[in-house]
Nanobody, 121 residues
Framework: QVQLVESGGGLVQPGGSLRLSCAASGSIFSINTMRWYRQAPGDERELVASITSGGWTNYADSVKGRFTSSRDNAKNTLYLQMSSLKPEDTAVYYC???????????????WGQGTQVTVSS
Protein backbone atom coordinates (compact mmCIF):
# COMPACT_ATOMS: atom_id res chain seq x y z
CA GLN A 1 0.00 0.00 0.00
CA VAL A 2 1.05 3.58 -0.69
CA GLN A 3 0.12 6.63 1.34
CA LEU A 4 0.51 10.31 0.47
CA VAL A 5 0.27 12.58 3.50
CA GLU A 6 0.06 16.32 2.96
CA SER A 7 0.75 19.01 5.52
CA GLY A 8 1.42 22.72 5.81
CA GLY A 9 -1.93 24.20 4.87
CA GLY A 10 -3.65 26.88 6.92
CA LEU A 11 -4.87 30.45 7.07
CA VAL A 12 -2.57 33.19 5.82
CA GLN A 13 -2.98 36.87 5.04
CA PRO A 14 -2.67 38.17 1.48
CA GLY A 15 0.99 38.62 0.61
CA GLY A 16 2.02 35.89 3.03
CA SER A 17 3.76 32.57 2.48
CA LEU A 18 3.12 28.90 3.15
CA ARG A 19 5.05 25.72 2.47
CA LEU A 20 3.16 22.55 1.68
CA SER A 21 4.65 19.08 2.00
CA CYS A 22 3.56 15.73 0.63
CA ALA A 23 5.30 12.64 2.00
CA ALA A 24 4.93 9.34 0.17
CA SER A 25 5.33 6.11 2.12
CA GLY A 26 4.69 2.42 1.77
CA SER A 27 5.65 0.03 -0.98
CA ILE A 28 7.56 2.37 -3.31
CA PHE A 29 10.15 1.28 -5.86
CA SER A 30 10.46 4.50 -7.85
CA ILE A 31 8.71 7.84 -8.17
CA ASN A 32 8.39 9.64 -11.47
CA THR A 33 6.49 12.89 -11.87
CA MET A 34 5.02 14.59 -8.81
CA ARG A 35 2.34 17.27 -9.07
CA TRP A 36 0.29 19.74 -7.06
CA TYR A 37 -3.35 20.34 -7.96
CA ARG A 38 -5.86 22.64 -6.31
CA GLN A 39 -9.61 22.89 -6.22
CA ALA A 40 -11.63 25.87 -5.06
CA PRO A 41 -15.34 25.57 -4.19
CA GLY A 42 -17.40 25.33 -7.35
CA ASP A 43 -14.35 25.04 -9.58
CA GLU A 44 -12.72 22.13 -11.35
CA ARG A 45 -9.45 20.74 -10.05
CA GLU A 46 -6.54 22.45 -11.75
CA LEU A 47 -2.88 21.60 -12.15
CA VAL A 48 -0.69 24.07 -10.27
CA ALA A 49 2.83 22.66 -10.59
CA SER A 50 4.68 19.55 -11.65
CA ILE A 51 8.22 18.28 -11.17
CA THR A 52 9.85 15.34 -12.89
CA SER A 53 12.25 12.87 -11.33
CA GLY A 54 15.06 14.88 -12.90
CA GLY A 55 13.87 18.09 -11.32
CA TRP A 56 12.24 19.76 -14.34
CA THR A 57 9.38 21.96 -13.20
CA ASN A 58 6.31 23.42 -14.84
CA TYR A 59 3.80 25.88 -13.43
CA ALA A 60 0.35 27.24 -14.15
CA ASP A 61 0.51 30.81 -15.44
CA SER A 62 -1.46 31.98 -12.40
CA VAL A 63 1.32 30.96 -9.99
CA LYS A 64 4.50 31.50 -12.03
CA GLY A 65 7.01 33.58 -10.13
CA ARG A 66 5.17 33.05 -6.83
CA PHE A 67 5.18 29.28 -6.28
CA THR A 68 8.16 26.93 -6.33
CA SER A 69 7.91 23.16 -6.40
CA SER A 70 10.76 20.97 -5.20
CA ARG A 71 11.32 17.39 -4.10
CA ASP A 72 13.58 15.39 -1.84
CA ASN A 73 13.99 12.03 -3.55
CA ALA A 74 15.72 10.49 -0.54
CA LYS A 75 12.67 11.25 1.58
CA ASN A 76 10.05 10.65 -1.16
CA THR A 77 8.69 14.09 -0.35
CA LEU A 78 7.25 16.83 -2.52
CA TYR A 79 7.14 20.49 -1.52
CA LEU A 80 5.34 23.60 -2.69
CA GLN A 81 6.69 26.94 -1.48
CA MET A 82 3.96 29.55 -1.97
CA SER A 83 4.74 33.24 -1.70
CA SER A 84 2.87 36.48 -2.37
CA LEU A 85 -0.34 34.60 -1.75
CA LYS A 86 -3.60 36.04 -3.05
CA PRO A 87 -7.21 35.39 -1.99
CA GLU A 88 -7.73 33.58 -5.31
CA ASP A 89 -5.15 31.01 -4.22
CA THR A 90 -7.65 29.79 -1.62
CA ALA A 91 -8.37 26.13 -2.34
CA VAL A 92 -7.78 22.57 -1.23
CA TYR A 93 -4.34 21.55 -2.48
CA TYR A 94 -3.71 17.93 -3.49
CA CYS A 95 -0.50 16.13 -4.31
CA UNK A 96 -0.48 13.64 -7.16
CA UNK A 97 2.32 11.16 -7.75
CA UNK A 98 3.21 8.67 -10.49
CA UNK A 99 5.09 5.75 -9.00
CA UNK A 100 5.98 2.09 -9.28
CA UNK A 101 5.54 -0.27 -6.33
CA UNK A 102 8.05 -2.76 -7.67
CA UNK A 103 10.58 -3.38 -10.46
CA UNK A 104 8.73 -3.95 -13.73
CA UNK A 105 5.39 -2.99 -12.19
CA UNK A 106 3.00 -0.72 -14.04
CA UNK A 107 3.21 2.96 -13.08
CA UNK A 108 0.21 4.05 -11.02
CA UNK A 109 -1.01 7.50 -10.01
CA UNK A 110 -1.84 8.20 -6.37
CA TRP A 111 -3.55 11.17 -4.74
CA GLY A 112 -3.15 12.75 -1.34
CA GLN A 113 -6.10 13.61 0.87
CA GLY A 114 -5.76 17.36 0.37
CA THR A 115 -4.85 20.27 2.62
CA GLN A 116 -6.81 23.50 2.90
CA VAL A 117 -5.13 26.80 2.09
CA THR A 118 -7.09 29.94 2.91
CA VAL A 119 -5.80 33.38 2.01
CA SER A 120 -7.78 36.07 3.79
CA SER A 121 -7.33 39.17 5.89
Amino acid sequence: QVQLVESGGGLVQPGGSLRLSCAASGSIFSINTMRWYRQAPGDERELVASITSGGWTNYADSVKGRFTSSRDNAKNTLYLQMSSLKPEDTAVYYCNVDLQTGRGMRETTYWGQGTQVTVSS
